[in-house]
């Protein structure tokens, strides 16, 4: 019983840490980021976040830029003027501006610009500023400059201070700035009015300033204290007198809107009420500068050593052993009807705390011996009695005494491993050695004792319908009140080693031990939990509910939540006490905050606030490669269709562990829903069939916060030359045109050979109109040259006469007879062949033609002649029609000779010539009663020349020829029909002629 002593003990050391100012409450998470893990340099100078999210960091050498998995470094090589980056600061439009050792530069996402003084001074940028209208302002040891256009100005001339160093530099919303010096205090301007502020009894240096707008005061950071101006009004910050000597190198404002500052050679304190929590303690690396990010980290900038991330911790702890509140393994943990605290442990009995920030509990030990000390369970009763189930029988507190139990009053053993208040008040005591209960002050043994398989009962617990299931080291039991029963798990040994059992709100029982975890759903379906369910861990040793639906398992190898079907795995790095859990060591306490028993202490859950900063995740798609080789995706994504894999890289700016990333991905119209949330940041395709995709991600932090917009890539995989829409109507085109053009150019082939024919046929026809010509001309000559000479034979014949007359010769007439016969028939014969040789000149010219006239003249003349009679020749209807007079009176005139020529002897000779018109045509017949001709003569008649053998001789052949050739001029046809011995008749038409 020392806790009297020890605790008025720890009192007057806390009493002497309130003196000076400085709590350990809260806790925070460490990370650090050196050179080692990306990080340009381990000398920080200055940290900023920008408004996409990412962390930019300046150090010694050169400029990182941070998403939460991975450092991107900028050197002089990218565009920096000097590698050596004193701030950071960023203005309204997202730009961040550069203070480096050589002028100041600007990245706008894309380029580094320098701007440098007028006249090339080199200007050491230790300190920027940006007002809240915009303007940058900069101080270098002893100048205070400004950003105009593309150039550094110096205010020296325009604004003086004083002789003294420039150390910082800021502003307030009415763009009224101040600066901090090395031993003149703090300048206030405004427009070109300057105030001084100095400190009441010593020079310190000002090392940082701090404006806040909320309390309108400036906080300024020296090597004495911190001081606040408000009000016109400088004061120091009693609570900081402990810092006298060390230099304040930063003042922050935390998302709780704390303030928090960071002491070069000290470490970093948050101010909470009018006392200081230090958050973070660095002794020997030195702290340069402190940010505070928009999702509630603190990050440390060290002069040396990198940056350290301090995050604030889900869980509280309380340590076990030197230094904690407790010690010993917490193997219990038991909220009592006034709220506070028991905790048991092995081999320190068992602690009773006020609340969880009690440092100093109440202890209780040595109560039933050493044994005694084991404490496994506890269970405060309705009437403030504590049973302690201990490994020397059971110790009952009440009113501060101890009543203790053990074999000799009924336990069916005296190591008791837990105890369990049922629904009713019983209690049942959990032994090695089978269930005592316990009832209105008497102990007996629980009849199914003797039916267990394994002795070892670890805990017994009651499900929502009051049945009770028993744990043992040898299998799991049900009991309903009247029957005990043995449940076989399908397909699992039945011997399971069951350690700790839980029965959730939902009824669902949950079982973990040695063998793992397993649940036995309300309908009764058992589900063994492993690696495809990502959780294969086999120590378990306690399971617990948070909200509902939210189990927490603590393990041999960390802490579990089992959240919406999946595993979060808790370990020291996410600030739990330790990673050995201990069996039964949980608590849900009233106000619902959960307690877990580690080797190490207990860690308490408590959900830290939803930051008031926090933004919904911004995905970015940092990279696609298809095959291999990066695909540039500003602009229109266009992939060939061999592209086989395709790679998406992504991630969100995620600066807090403790709520940590998770993404979900889709591709359309691939996939027909988001993935499962995957801490993966990358996704691999392979195959895709041409056409258009988008690639979409989105973030989800903490399970509970998701992106507004997901990251978003479109990209075309253009299909092959023979699958695209203009291919298929370009071809198309141009099939057709061709088959156009190959008809076009065959018809103009056609149309040329037509024209090159007709020219042809020209040529040939005007040849053999010339030749016709010639040989009309030779004929006609011929025929001339012909008729003299048979003029003169038949001159001398008749000459020959007359002088045979004379001499009264005869004899001879005979002769001259045959001579001058012979003569006619030759001058017939040439003039027929003028007359030809004159047709070939077809006609003259058309005029309106009585065919009766005609007719009645040939009549007439033959009349005349003696040829023919009156009544031989008979014409009927003979018409006007449009014709050349003279050779359609030469048709006539052959056609009725030859009937006369060529009629038969002994009877009387019949002409007859009538006329018809037909629809297109005129149309003659002459009819005779001749002698007829042959059938085989009737298509040779109207060839030149030709006479048949059994007429006499007075035609030359020609006749028919000539009358053929002159109808076909007007024109029309001429055939004949002819019966031998009965006659024949001549049919000619003419065409209606113009
Ligand atoms: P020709 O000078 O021999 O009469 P044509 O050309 O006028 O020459 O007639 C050719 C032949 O047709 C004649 O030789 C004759 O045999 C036959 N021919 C012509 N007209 C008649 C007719 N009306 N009756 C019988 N035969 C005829």
Redesign the pocket.
Known sequence: MRSNLKRAGLSLIIGILCLSGILQAKEYLETTYNYTRGLSQSQVWSVIEDEKGYLWVGTQYGLSRFNGYEFRNFYTQHGLPSSIIYDLETDRLGNLWIGTSNGISRWDGKTFKTFRMKGDRIVDSRDLHITRDGKIYFITIDSLGVVRGDNLYSLDGEIDLCRCEYTCITSNAKGELFIGTSDAGVFKIRGNKTFSYNFHNNRATVSALFWDEDESALYIGTDDGLYILQNEQIFLIESTAFLRGHDITSIRKTHHQSIVISVYDKGVYELVDTNWNRIYTSTQLLINTLFTDSVGNIWVGKDGGGLIRLSESPFQNIRSGEGGAINGYPMAIEEAPDGSIWIATTRFGVYHLEDRNDINPEHYIDFLGASGNIVRSIVVRKDNSVWMGTAGGIAVLKDRKFKTYSTQNGLTNKTVRNIYEDSEGMLWISTDYGITLYRDGEFSSFKGNNRFHHKNITQVTQDNNGVYWIATLGGLYKFDGDKLSRYKPPDYPNDMQVETIFIDSQNTIWIGGVDGLAQINPDGDFKRFGIVDGFDINFIYFIIEGKPGEIWIGTGNGLYRYFNEQFHHYTEQNGLVGIEANARAALKDRAGKLWFGFLNGISIYKEIEKYAFIRSPVVYIDELIVDGSKVNVSGKVELPYTSREFFFRFHSIALNPAHRVQYQYQLSPLDDSWSVPTNQRFKQYSYLKPGHYQFRVKAIINNETESLLPGVIEFYIVPPIWLRWWFIISTGLLIATIITLFVFLRLRRLEREKAALHEAVKERTRELEEKNKELESFAYTVSHDLKDPVGVIVGYAQVMEDFLKKKKVSGANHFLEGIKRNSDKIVRFID?LLQLSRSGKVVEKFTETDVRVIVGQIKKELIEKGRIKKENLTFRKLPKVNADFDRLYLVFL??I???Y???ARGRKLKITITYERLPDAHLFKIK?N????EAE?IDE??KPG???K??DT????????I?QKIVEAHRGKIWVE?QVGK??T?YFTIGFLE
């Open positions: 027929d052959n056609l000779k030859n009937a020529k060529y009629r005779d001749g002698i007829g001709i003569m008649i109207f030709v006479r048949l059994s007429v007075v035609g030359s052949g020609f006749g028919l020829r009358v002819s006659g024949s001549f």
